[in-house]
């Protein structure tokens, strides 16, 4: 059975380098079961740090690794993991979180044009 998988883009504030390419934006998709395995979701939800930092690089295109992360400037965190987190709403839920709240953060696919 094929399921529809729900993404969304990260605008990053500052490029950074993967594989010897530069990368402007990164391409979150909502995360199966499988790639939760040995988290905590409450911890997924807070935005833990050494949660995200096993998270992200499952659910990431390009997949960026822990050195990649940890060199991600704060504000690039912040927007990659808020985005990752809103991908656990209902995609309808989803979208009335991105009027209401989530526009208000620059560089994201949802904010405010």
Known sequence: MTHHRTTTTVKLSYPLTVGGAEV??????RP???????????????MEFNTMMRLIPRVS????????ICGLNVIDFIKIATALVLLFAPDD??????????????GT???SQ
């Open 32 to 46: 199966t079961p499988g790639e939760l395995r040995g988290l905590m979701l409450t911890h997924v939800l807070q």
């Open 109 to 111: 696919d949802h904010a």
């Open 93 to 106: 839920e989803r979208e009335a979180l991105r009027r209401d709240n989530y526009a208000q953060i620059p």
């Open 61 to 68: 295109e390009p997949s960026l690794d822990e050195g990649t």
């Open 24 to 29: 402007k934006q990164v391409v979150l998709h």
